[in-house]
């Protein structure tokens, strides 16, 4: 089977929402969006251990949600790095030594469904790595610094990558220490396992799996909790 640790990153400034508050702290419904993350990884019974990474100002709020949400499986509340990848870095370093498996997951993201955690958690247990995504809708185009489309990538290729990532944890540390050494910023996990050569599987999600991201996310969100996930996350 093997120990299970949760990273969750809530380290980011929310810049895009434009809140005086960063977004991970807004309220939907009754409580701070990362709450509800949070809660939605205490309740799997497979999880061993969560590190919360989270802006240094926020380190003490945080430990006060751990306390009065009892978030007994949070071990650490620590301070995030100035991208994603130094947050996902520094919960890496304090992961229990035993760990065999790890996942990542977005502060952000408070509406993964358990069914599938569990199908990217199984996929990375045959595979090493697997992700959650879902086949994109619209037709993408690669376009220029002067708005000129360059390119029409076939679609049924293009994929839009969510959290949670699963992986072996001495592979992601590998990868992790690889991207340091060589100076290599990603803007997912799958990105640093798949240049060290690793082949990184792809799991069909949802579209309820929303980053919020920015302010039309938000009245999406409140329907999200009300008319789908509101009661797997009590
Ligand atoms: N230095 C950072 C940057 C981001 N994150 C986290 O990574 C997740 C995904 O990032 P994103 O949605 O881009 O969040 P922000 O960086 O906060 O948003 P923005 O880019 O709009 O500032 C979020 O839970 C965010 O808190 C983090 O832990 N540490
Ligand atoms: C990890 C992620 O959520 C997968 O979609 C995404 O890459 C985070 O990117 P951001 O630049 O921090 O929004």
């Given at each position: 089977m093997g120990k299970l640790g949760v990273i969750i990153v809530a380290?980011?400034?929310g810049s895009r929402m434009?809140?005086?508050?960063?977004?991970?702290?807004l309220q939907l419904g009754q409580k701070p969006i990362l709450v509800h993350t949070l809660q939605l990884f205490q309740n799997?019974?497979?999880?061993n251990e969560i590190i919360l990474v989270v802006g240094g100002n926020d380190v003490e709020r945080c430990t006060g949600y751990v306390q009065s949400f009892a978030?007994?499986?949070?071990t650490h509340v620590l301070a995030g790095g100035a991208e994603r990848q130094d947050s996902v870095r520094r919960g890496l370093e304090a992961l229990?030594?035993?760990?065999d498996w790890v996942l990542v997951h977005d502060g952000?993201?408070?509406?993964?469904s358990r069914e599938h955690v569990f199908d990217c958690l199984s996929k990375a247990k045959e595979q090493d790595a697997a992700v959650l995504a879902v086949p994109v809708k619209d037709t993408i185009k690669v376009v220029d610094s002067a708005k000129r489309i360059q390119s029409t990538p076939d679609?049924?290729?293009l994929w839009a990558i969510q959290t949670p990532q699963a992986f072996r944890l001495s592979l992601l540390r590998e990868a992790h220490q690889r991207a340091l050494q060589d100076d290599f910023m990603g803007t997912d996990d799958a990105m640093l396992v798949e240049r060290i050569g690793t082949t990184v599987h792809v799991v069909e999600g949802d579209y309820?799996?929303?980053?919020?991201?920015?302010?039309?996310d938000l009245p999406w969100a409140e329907w999200i909790l009300q008319n789908v996930r509101g009661e797997e996350q009590q």
């Open positions: 380290a980011g400034k434009g809140t005086a508050e960063s977004k991970q702290y799997i019974h497979e999880v978030l007994s499986k949070v229990e030594q035993d760990t952000v993201r408070p509406f993964v679609r049924r290729s309820y799996n929303i980053k919020i991201t920015t302010p039309e």
